[in-house]
């Protein structure tokens, strides 16, 4: 692997998967003596975007319908079997 004109390298992909460093993750590179190692940055940004998305799906999840049907009677609709009626 060599560093090309513009200072760039590729990382190999079975790399990056195995590391998560997916598009649009933000990186610092770290200088390790000799060596200069690749690591995530948590950012502000992201953290605030992580926390928005789990604040959507908790809401998601705490939506109560008013359906007026019982389990049994949705359930039956799910197998096209006439729910019984008491």
Do not use: C, F, Y
């Not at 079975?14 to 649009?24: F, I, N, Q, T, Y």
């Amino acid at each position: 692997m060599r560093i090309n004109k513009k200072g760039q390298v590729t990382i190999p992909a079975h790399l990056r998967k195995a590391s998560g460093l997916l598009p649009d993750v933000e990186v610092e590179l770290v200088l390790d003596g000799d060596s200069v190692r690749i690591v995530k940055r948590a950012t502000e940004k992201r953290q605030g975007k992580a926390k928005a998305r789990a604040a959507e799906i908790v809401r998601r999840l705490e939506w109560s319908g008013d359906v007026a049907m019982t389990t049994d009677a949705i359930m039956s609709l799910t197998r096209d079997i006439q729910p019984e009626t008491s």
